[in-house]
Antibody, heavy 120, light 108 residues
């Protein structure tokens, strides 16, 4: 069974750094792109970026380029989303999602989401 | 950047047909995927490649895509279909994934 399990909810202060994780299981982690998707409170889905764990090839949405870092540790089948400087506007639910085998395909499995709250 | 436009809301009575549209420039040349997101849950794909259904998704869900509009059609709407629906494409020109703004389906 394919599963993406994300790390737990976080509460941080502005200016702090943070990394959240997404662990894949039930499939060959290195063979499928993993994306991160933001959902701000009461708003829609926003694609942040995507990474291929096999070679760490990473692509970012222009809206998030330079704001976050997407990485992975293929030895433990885990992808990460990292911030060096959090802002209140980073408060949101963050999902990881697996891209089905073709690059133009859909996201076939999603993590359960990680709620991030940034507040002083 | 490529933009997908969805109507904010659609309301239908149980048993009726709901049509959720997704507009984009020449979207008919792209492969459109549709996701259902129920309150408090992660999204789930209900249609991919314009019209294909994943296993476990009822036949009541169907999709089409032509010209500047893609459409998700839900026939015989049930109370359990109440959710937000998002269209999504890969824009090859920019190599970016794009989501529509979402449509809230209310079952009256």
């Amino acid at each position: 069974e394919v599963r993406l399990v994300q790390s737990g909810a976080e509460v941080k202060k502005p200016g702090e750094s943070m990394r959240i994780s997404c662990k894949g299981s039930g499939y060959r982690f290195t063979n499928f792109w993993i994306a991160w998707v933001r959902q701000m409170p009461g708003k829609g889905l926003e694609w942040m970026g995507i990474l291929y764990p096999g070679d760490s090839d990473t692509r970012y949405s222009p809206s998030f380029q330079g704001q976050v870092t997407i990485s992975a540790d293929k030895s433990i089948s885990t992808a990460y989303l990292q911030w060096n400087y959090l802002r209140a506007s980073d408060t949101a639910m963050y999902y990881c999602a697996r891209l089905q085998v073709n690059y133009y395909s859909h996201f076939d499995y999603w993590g359960q989401g990680t709620q991030v709250t940034v507040s002083s | 950047s490529y933009v997908l436009t969805q109507q904010p809301s659609v309301s239908v009575a149980p048993g009726q047909t709901a049509r959720v549209t997704c507009e984009g420039d020449n979207i008919g040349t792209k492969r459109v995927h549709w996701y259902q997101q129920k309150a408090g849950q992660a999204p789930v794909v209900v249609i991919y490649y314009d019209r294909d259904r994943p296993s476990g998704i009822p036949e009541r869900f169907s999709g089409s895509n032509s010209g500047n509009t893609a459409t998700l059609t839900i026939s015989g709407v049930e109370a359990g279909d109440e959710a937000d629906y998002y269209c999504q494409v890969w824009d090859s020109g920019s190599d970016h994934r794009v989501f529509g703004g979402g449509t809230r389906l209310t079952v009256l």
